[in-house]
C-alpha cells in the first residue's frame, strides 16, 4: 500500500485507489482482537489522510457527496479521539521533563502523571473502546462501500491543481493568521492546513520526484514542531484545569516550562512556513502543472518501443512456451535474447515468480506502457499533447502541422506610404565613421591602463 500516484496512473483512479487503501486499513485496524492503543491511532492516521485526499479533488468529487463523506469520516475519528489524546498528554509530559531546559518540580510531575494516567484508562477501558471503535469501523464501513460510485472522473492534472491552489492558500493563510494572532488556536488551524499540503504532495511525488522531496520533507518537519506545538498547548489547558490539585505554585511553574518550549516550537516552525510557502498558491500549482505535463513524454522516453511484427513474435513464443514440456520451455526462452527481448531489462516492473516470465507478465508490461508497440511519436507531438501513446499499442497522432500566417490586407493607395531606400554611404563618411571609432575604442583603452 503507497499514499502516492503509481506510475501513469491519473488523478481519480489514484485518489479512489488510495482512499479505499486507507479505508481498509481503518477497518483492519479497528476490527483487531485484541483493540490497542497503536491500532487505534493507526486507523485515526487513516481516516485523516483519506480526508486529505478529498480534499485534492474536492472539484471533482462535488460538494454533497466531499461533506457528506468528510462529516462521516470526521465524526469516526472523534469516537477514537479520548484514550489516544491521554496517552499524548503523557508522552509530552515526559519529553517536557527530559529537556534540560525545563525547570519542574518533581511532585507536580509525579502528580499530572497519575492524573493523566487515570484518564487515559478510563477512556481505554475495554466496553467503551470497543463500543466506539465498532461504531467508527460501521460507519467507515459504509463510505467504503459508496466509494466505487463516487462521481471522480478527471484523470488529469486540473481538478487536482485547483485543488492544490486551494490548500496551498488555505496553508499559506493560515500561517499568516498564526503569526498575527499568536494564539494556540490559531496555531492548530495552521498545523491542519500543514497537513492537508503534505498529503497532498505525498500524493503528487511521483509526478515530480526531484522537485517534489524538499517539500515533502519540509512539510513532515513542519507538521511534526506545529504537532508538538499544539500537545503542549492542550497539557498547558490540562495543568490548568487540575492547578488546584498541585502544591501551590507549581502550577505556574509547571506552565512557564510549557510556555518556553512553546515559544522555541514557534521560532523552528517560521523559517520552515516560510520556505514551504515562498511561492504564491497559483505559481505553485502552476510548477507542478508542467511536471505534470512532462509526464507522458517522460514515459513515451522510458518506454521500450516494439514494431508489431516483434511484439507478436515474442508472444507467440511465450504462449508456447505457456503450453510445452519443461525441456522444450527452456529451449523457448533462450529464443528470446535472440530476437532482442531479455526478461531482466523488465526485472523491477515484473518481480520473478514460480514459472518464469509469462505472457501475463509481457500484457502487463504493455498495459502499463513500459512497453508500447509501433514506432516513437515525433518530439515535437509530444510538447504540444498531440502525441498520447497508449500501453495499448496504438501509435502516436502525427502533429498537426503549424497554421499558415494569415496575410496583411492590402493598403489603399492613397495612403500607402512611399518607401525609398536608404541613402548608402559615401567613402568619406565611411572613414569619418572608421576614424571616430578608432579614438573612442583608443580612450577606452587608456581609461581601463590607468
Do not use: C
Not at 517539500?215 to 484545569?241: I, Y
Not at 573612442?440 to 590607468?450: H, K, N, P, S, V
Amino acid at each position: 500500500m503507497a499514499y502516492k500516484l503509481e506510475d501513469r496512473e491519473g488523478m481519480a483512479t489514484g485518489v479512489r485507489r488510495i482512499v479505499a487503501e486507507e479505508l481498509d486499513s481503518a477497518l483492519a485496524n479497528l476490527r483487531a482482537e485484541p483493540l490497542n492503543d497503536e491500532a487505534v491511532h493507526e486507523a485515526r492516521k487513516s481516516i485523516k489522510k483519506s480526508r486529505s485526499a478529498l480534499r485534492l479533488l474536492r472539484s471533482d468529487l462535488g460538494n454533497d457527496v466531499r461533506k457528506r463523506e468528510n462529516a462521516v469520516m470526521r465524526d469516526a475519528a472523534q469516537r477514537l479521539a479520548g484514550a489516544r489524546d491521554a496517552q499524548v498528554m503523557l508522552d509530552t509530559l515526559e519529553k517536557l521533563e527530559a529537556d534540560p531546559r525545563s525547570v519542574l518540580p518533581a511532585a507536580a510531575v509525579r502528580r499530572l502523571r497519575k492524573l493523566l494516567e487515570q484518564r487515559r484508562d478510563e477512556l481505554s477501558r475495554g466496553a467503551d473502546l470497543e463500543t466506539e471503535a465498532a461504531r467508527a469501523a460501521e460507519e467507515l464501513a459504509a463510505v467504503r462501500a459508496r466509494l466505487e460510485e463516487w462521481p471522480l472522473e478527471e484523470e488529469g492534472f486540473d481538478e487536482a491543481a485547483a485543488g492544490l491552489r486551494r490548500i496551498h492558500r488555505g496553508g499559506r493563510g493560515a500561517m499568516q493568521t498564526a503569526l498575527k494572532k499568536g494564539d494556540d488556536d490559531s496555531w492548530h488551524a495552521w498545523r491542519k492546513r500543514v497537513k492537508d499540503l503534505w498529503y497532498a504532495l505525498r500524493i503528487l511525488k511521483p509526478v515530480a520526484s526531484e522537485q517534489l522531496s524538499g517539500a515533502v520533507e519540509e512539510a513532515s518537519e513542519l507538521s511534526d514542531v506545529l504537532g508538538g506545538h499544539n500537545d503542549l498547548a492542550v497539557l498547558t489547558e490540562t495543568v490548568r484545569e487540575h492547578a488546584d490539585e498541585l502544591e501551590a505554585g507549581h502550577a505556574e511553574l509547571v506552565q512557564a516550562a510549557l510556555s518556553t518550549r512553546r515559544d522555541g516550537l514557534r521560532l523552528a516552525a517560521v523559517p520552515l512556513g516560510m520556505r514551504l510557502f515562498a511561492e504564491r498558491p497559483k505559481a505553485f500549482a502552476r510548477r507542478l502543472e508542467g511536471q505534470w505535463a512532462a509526464r507522458e513524454p517522460q514515459a513515451a522516453a522510458d518506454a521500450r518501443w516494439m514494431p508489431p511484427e516483434l511484439v507478436a513474435q515474442v508472444r507467440g513464443i511465450l504462449v508456447a512456451k505457456e503450453e510445452a514440456a519443461p525441456a522444450e520451455r527452456r529451449k523457448l526462452a533462450a529464443a528470446l535474447p535472440g530476437l532482442g527481448f531479455r526478461v531482466k531489462d523488465f526485472a523491477e516492473h515484473v518481480p520473478s515468480h514460480r514459472g518464469g516470465f509469462s505472457v501475463a507478465d509481457f500484457d502487463l508490461l504493455v498495459e502499463k506502457g513500459v512497453i508500447r508497440v509501433g514506432a516513437p511519436p515525433a518530439p515535437r507531438g509530444l510538447v504540444k499533447g498531440k502525441a498520447k501513446a497508449s500501453g495499448n499499442g496504438s501509435k502516436a497522432a502525427p502533429p498537426e502541422p503549424e497554421p499558415e500566417p494569415a496575410p496583411e490586407p492590402e493598403r489603399s493607395r492613397a495612403i500607402q506610404p512611399r518607401l525609398r531606400p536608404p541613402a548608402q554611404p559615401g567613402p568619406d563618411q565611411l572613414v569619418r565613421s572608421g576614424l571616430r571609432l578608432a579614438f573612442g575604442a583608443a580612450r577606452w583603452a587608456r581609461r581601463r591602463l590607468r
